[in-house]
Structures are given as C-alpha cells and as structure tokens.
C-alpha cells in the first residue's frame, strides 16, 4: 500500500463527527478534563493547520533555468573508464604518425664447424654487420600513416563513448540531488502530517477507553503512524547517504534550492530532438573519417631498402692476399617481397563490411536514442496531466476547506471538527503524491537531458503557468445566471465565497416556485452588498409572454423583487423555444414586445431596472428591445470562435450599444482556459461591457475539475 493510499485511509477513519457530536460525549466531556482537553487540541489543530497553504500558490517562483545551473554547477570530480582508454589511443596514434618505418639494425655470426656433406672448407669464421633498414611501405612508413589515420577513427569513437559517459554520470549526480531535494519537502509534509495523527492517536485512545470507539480503530491509527514514521526514516536515510557524497562546502547550497516552487515544465520535444540529431551526426563517423579504414593493397607489399658496415673474419691470413683472411666493407640493397596469393578482393570486402558494420551501428544508436528521447517525453507528458489533475484536486480540497472554515467562523451546526481533519489529512495526501509525481516528472527531464550532449534540455523548456487551469478560480466573468435549484442545493456561504472568487457584479437569480428560498436569497443579497454585487431576479417562465393575466404577473415579480432587495427583475422569456415558433413567429415577436412594454409600465416609477435575456437572431424587434430594456444579455451558444460570435451580434452590436451583454455557455468549453480566453477575446474585439455565464450550476456541478 503506498504512502498516499494509507494517508486516505487514516483520513476515512478519523472521519467520525457523529461520535464528537454525539449527546452522551457532551456528557463525558464535561466529566472527563483530559478528553475535553484533547478535544480542543485536535479543533485547534485543525483550525491551524487549515490556514496553512502547503503547497506554493505560484508554481515558478524559481527559475527553472537558475536551478537547472545551480544542480549542475554543485559538481565534483569523478573518474571515468573513458579517459584513460582516450589518452591511450591518442598516444598510440601519436607513435603511429612520428613513426617513419626507419630501422637500426645489428648482426653477429660465429661458424663453428664444417657441415655434414660439404667436403669444403668454412668460408669465414665469423661476421659482424650494422647499419639502417628503411622500411617504406609494409610494417614501415607507409604503414604506420595508415595505422595513424585508422586510429583517428577509433580516437573519435572514444570520444562520443566519453560524451556519453559523462552524460549518464552527471545524470546520476544530478538524479540523486534531485531525489535528495524532493526527499526534503516530503520530510517536512510527513513532519506536519504527524503532528495532527499523534493528537488524534491520543484523543481516539481516549474514546476507546470511554467505548465510543472501538481498539480497531485505535490500531489502525496506530499501524499508520508507524508505516509513516518509516517512510519517513526511509527518506530521511537517502538523504543521510547522499550528503556523505556531496562536499559539505555544496551541501548548504543544495539544500537552499527549494523543490515545492520548482515549475511544472513544458518542452519543446521536437526541437530537442532535432538538436539531438545534430549533435549525433557532429560527433559521428563521417564518410572522409571511414575513407581512413579503406583497403591499400601496398600494406601487404615489403619494400625496404638498407645499408650496412660489415667485418668478417677470415679463415686464413689477413696480410696474406691470397689466402682468404679478415676484411670490411660497406654495402646497400633493397628488399622486396608480396603474399602468395594476393588475396586484395577478399581483404577490400572485408574492410567494407566493417565500414558498413560502424554505419549501422551508428544508425541504430541515433534511431535508438530518438525513440528513448520521445519515449521518456511521453510518459513525461502523461505525468505532467497527472501532476495538473492533482493540483486541481488539491484547489478544491483547499477550497472546501476555505469554505469549511466559514462555517465554524457562523458557528454554523453543520460544522465538525473531525470533519475538518477528515479533510486536512486527505489534502495531506494529495500533496505527497503531487511531490512523488513531480519528483518522477524532473527525473525524466534529466534522463532527457543526458542524451543532448552539446545542449542542456532547459534550452527547449519553459515553463507552464498551470495555476490559472484549477477550478472556477480561474475563470473571471461580469455576471451569471443562478437557477432556483442551484441556489437551493448550495449554501449562501459557499455561493457568495463562488461569486467573490469569479469577480461576478450582477447575478441573475431564479427562486422558481420556491418560496421557502425567499429568506434566504434576502440574506444572501444583504451579504452580497459588501462587495458590491447586484441581484436581479430571474424569471424563466416562456409562458409569462402570452398569459391573461401578465400584468399581475409582472407585478408580482417587481413586488418580490423590492422586497427581497433586488437591484431589478430579468426576463429570459424565449418564445422561439415554441412548437410552432417558424408559423408563429411574427405573432411571438410582437407578443415580446408587449410583454416588455408592460413590463416597462409595471416598473415605472421604482428603481428596479428591467433586463432581458434574448438569442442572436431577434432581428425585427431590436429596435422595440432596447427601447424598453436597460441591457439586453444576447445568447451566443454554441460557438467557441470569436468571428463567429462577432458576426452574429452586428445587429445587436450596432442598434444596442453600451446595453449589449454577451451570454456564453461555460459547457461549450473544453476547460477553463479556453473560456477565460474567449472571454477577454470577446471585451478585446467588442464594444461589449459585460460578459454573463449561464450558468453557475454547470460549474459548480462540474465537480471541480476542468470543465
């Protein structure tokens, strides 16, 4: 089971508010002073440790570049295989080359007796010679400039081995760094984390002991506590042995570069690989370097010419002239010498074979190192959506934290304190995990860069903003529409928190037919008035436009309205939701502007402005519209393209002015981005004041994710 998992399950069992809250412990703690003393401990924890943000809000506070740098800066010398091999091929092609195949040489010989068939007598008694052999093509100088060139190819082979080398071992220094630094975020979380398990352990016991809980939970607690208290001596142990590698002169330099606010990073995979191949093909055999290899059939030819001083010592007497005796001289010749058979065709093909061999060689590394590259990328891409799901998990974990808190600030009954733990320590989890996944995230980064050699990986890198892609947080809007049953299945505490985080000034609320949610949408419109946000309440009834008794209607819902504190009423009547709308369209239209009309007389003389709800194509009453409206929200739906959009809100745009409002669909979006861009593109390439969402509940039904 891992870590995260075990924390969720700690996070399941403490989860007991019926037990806190329950009549007879009320009982038991006005009895009992250490439980209610452990009781206070735990709700002041919590209230604590629920202010606290444990994880950055920003996610590039620190250059990733500048760390990047530093990592690598903080090295220290290790030894390599490779470079002794390299001094020894570069040596050996260094004698290879100064060697010109000049030879001395020396000889000494002593005729001992007469041989065995011959009848005659010894010729000389012994000989001495000395002098230089010269050896031109064969084992000389023609050979050895060849031998010099072939070991110019192998000197640059061992050079890209050496590259490599260094690559992967900078990559392990740089991987256990890495490790070393995500190891002590985990350390600190655990440490916190900790702290609030061993005052719940305490306050769980205690309840046993009272029988309000039974001892499997206790023991459950308790196997938690010590699974996590090894995780934590297990991380605590790498880092020990990795700061007996590290110099203590780097080891606080290290340890100042915090891993939380290293950025989620975004590559330019495509790039890095064509860098990739560029280096490969810079530091690979090229064609001149395997003409060095090629066959000469003169390697295999002897060619040397010599010269030499000779004594010899006679049989008889050197004065005597005619008797053979000792004498000197000096004398040159040249030897020549080919195999039998030649054997070239064979020897030429064998040399092609290894130039063929070398090319493909070379052809299945780089092919193979390409496809590690995007290999180890895409995985990357695939923890990287993890990391963002995550971090959106962890937005809205700490949100309905947030909104938690507000309870208990209201004192309101439904908040419990082991409620609250219960959340704290799922929060806990997600954030180990986020900082497991973004350690396996930087791991793979570095394992991307130990292939390009001539370049750093932070050339292709930059970073991904991924704060503005959690929940409705991020989105912005001037307005939206909340429906009667939105407003019912949502507290005014959490939807006034929801209208402040979007920055919403106008709200369109439906109380339906509810009356039971009069009061509270009175409370929620007092409460909203702090920050400025208007009310407007929403009427969707299609039938409003052709009832008999539309002006008591209209009166009822401007009465309401003043009542409840409303800024206004907004009608999103729409007729062409009508059956026979295409046969009855000219009898709808003019029918809307009636409704309008007496709408307009209705709220004569209040101060409650009159606002609509209409699609793009009303062309024939637009004039009518604006006339008795004060702005007109028009429904563009179904488009996420803004020339689309533009185009079909000319009319409006043209006839309605400063009173046009521009209604999209959050549902029509991919995520949040794309509508927060489409948004600014609408105010960017718009005469449009306001842009209004329909509508709350598709976001906060949305389940806090993407949508």
Request: net charge negative; glycine share 4%.
């Amino acid at each position: 089971m891992t870590i995260i998992s075990r924390l969720l399950m700690a996070g399941i069992i403490l989860c007991s508010p019926a037990v806190l809250y329950a009549q007879s412990l009320s009982e038991s703690m006005q009895q009992d002073a250490y439980l209610k003393q452990l009781v206070n401990e735990v709700d002041s924890l919590a209230a604590n440790k629920a202010k606290q943000n444990i994880y950055p809000e920003k996610l590039s506070e620190s250059p990733i570049t500048s760390v990047y740098n530093t990592l690598h800066a903080l090295s220290f010398d290790t030894l390599t295989y490779y470079g002794p091999l390299l001094a020894e091929v570069t040596a050996e092609k260094k004698a290879a080359a100064d060697d010109i195949g000049l030879r001395f040489r020396t000889g000494y010989r002593e005729n001992i007796e007469e041989g065995i068939f011959s009848g005659g007598d010894i010729f000389y008694l012994r000989r001495f010679n000395a002098g230089f052999q010269w050896d031109l093509l064969s084992d000389g100088w023609f050979d050895s400039h060849k031998r010099s060139e072939e070991l110019e190819v192998r000197e640059k082979m061992v050079e890209r081995e050496i590259n490599r080398q260094r690559a992967n071992e900078e990559y392990e220094r740089l991987y256990n760094r890495l490790i070393y630094l995500f190891n002590l975020q985990k350390i600190e979380v655990i440490n916190e984390y900790l702290i609030l398990l061993n005052t719940n352990l305490e306050l769980f016991q205690r309840l046993h002991y009272l029988d309000y809980e039974p001892w499997e939970r206790v023991l459950e607690l308790s196997e938690q506590k010590a699974r996590l208290q090894n995780d934590l001596s297990s991380y605590q142990e790498y880092n020990r042995q990795v700061e007996i590698t590290v110099p203590d002169s780097l080891l606080p330099q290290i340890q100042a570069l915090d891993a939380s606010k290293f950025p989620v990073i975004e590559l330019n995979i495509d790039a890095a690989a064509v860098a990739n191949d560029s280096a490969f093909v810079q530091e690979s055999l090229k064609n001149e370097d395997l003409e060095n290899l090629n066959y000469n059939v003169f390697r295999d030819v002897s060619l040397a010419a010599y010269a030499d001083y000779n004594i010899y010592d006679g049989t008889g007497t050197a004065l005597d002239p005619e008797n053979l005796g000792g004498r000197e001289y000096f004398s040159v010749g040249v030897n020549f010498s080919i195999p039998i058979p030649f054997n070239s065709s064979e020897k030429k093909e064998m040399v092609q074979q290894r130039k063929l061999r070398y090319i493909n060689s070379q052809k299945r590394e780089q092919y193979s190192e390409n496809k590690e590259i995007y290999n180890i990328y895409y995985e990357y891409k695939y923890k990287t959506q993890q990391f963002i799901q995550l971090y959106k998990d962890y937005q809205s974990r700490r949100e309905t934290i947030e909104n938690y808190q507000t309870l208990k600030k209201l004192q309101d009954s439904g908040y419990s304190t082991q409620r609250m733990v219960h959340l704290l320590l799922q929060r806990y989890a997600v954030v180990l995990q986020m900082i497991d996944l973004k350690q396996q995230m930087y791991l793979q980064l570095i394992d991307i860069d130990k292939y390009l050699t001539d370049h750093s990986i932070m050339e292709y890198a930059s970073p991904l903003d991924i704060s503005n892609l959690f929940p409705y947080q991020s989105v912005k809007a001037d307005g939206i529409y909340i429906w009667s049953e939105t407003f019912a299945n949502n507290r005014n505490e959490v939807l006034l928190e929801f209208l402040n985080r979007l920055n919403v000034k106008n709200v369109y609320l439906s109380l339906g037919s509810d009356r039971t949610l009069y009061e509270k949408a009175s409370e929620l419109i007092k409460a909203a008035r702090e920050f400025n946000i208007r009310f407007q309440l929403l009427s969707g009834d299609n039938e409003l436009i052709q009832t008999e008794n539309q002006m008591a209607e209209l009166q009822d819902l401007a009465d309401l309205a003043d009542e409840l504190g409303f800024s206004g009423i907004h009608l999103d009547v729409e007729p062409h939701t009508f059956a026979d709308w295409d046969a009855e369209r000219n009898t709808y239209e003019q029918k809307y502007v009636e409704m309008l009309e007496n709408a307009n007389e209705v709220l004569s003389g209040s101060q409650l402005s009159l606002s609509v709800s209409i699609p793009h194509f009303y062309e024939p009453i637009l004039s009518n519209i604006y006339q008795n409206a004060d702005y007109i929200n028009v429904m563009v739906y179904e488009t996420t393209d803004i020339e689309v959009l533009k185009k079909r809100i000319e009319s409006e745009s043209e006839i309605f002015g400063d009173k046009l409002h521009i209604a999209v669909r959050p549902s029509d979006f991919a995520n949040y981005d794309d509508l927060n861009t489409f948004v600014q593109e609408i105010k960017n390439q718009t005469m449009v004041q306001e842009v209004v969402l329909h509508d709350a509940g598709a976001i906060l039904n949305s389940g806090r994710s993407s949508r």
